[in-house]
């Protein structure tokens, strides 16, 4: 559909019967996927409120890494420009875009 909400191969949601058990793994463990809204900015949830800090720092930089893997190859200039983190309904905070890009996994 127009919301992408309908099972799609191309979007993971749709497998072979003998890829279920990995995909089933997958979701298990907490995949998340994420896309580009029409005005390319990426809505994506890295954890609850009941979350530790540690475990939403780990999901932050998760998603970073994934994002820093998805940039083409022929994208020139900043490629992210501005990040903030907000709770469902509550304001956003700004992240520096150059401080967030550099984090890793390992700190």
Do not use: W
């Not at 998760?62 to 420009?81: D, N, Q, S, W």
């Not at 907000?86 to 390992?106: C, F, N, R, Y």
């Amino acid at each position: 559909g127009p919301r992408s909400l309908m099972p799609n191969p191309k979007a993971g949601t749709v497998c072979a019967a003998e890829d279920l058990p990995r995909v089933i793994n997958e979701a298990k463990a907490g995949r998340v996927e994420f896309r580009l809204d029409k005005t390319a900015n990426i809505h994506v949830a890295i954890g609850k409120a009941s979350f530790p800090a540690e475990k939403l720092f780990q999901n932050f930089a998760a998603l970073m890494e994934a994002i820093k893997k998805a940039r083409p190859t022929g994208a020139k200039g900043t490629y992210i420009r501005k990040i903030s983190v907000a709770a469902t309904m509550g304001p956003g905070l700004k992240v520096d875009p150059l401080q967030a890009v550099t984090i890793s996994l390992e700190e």
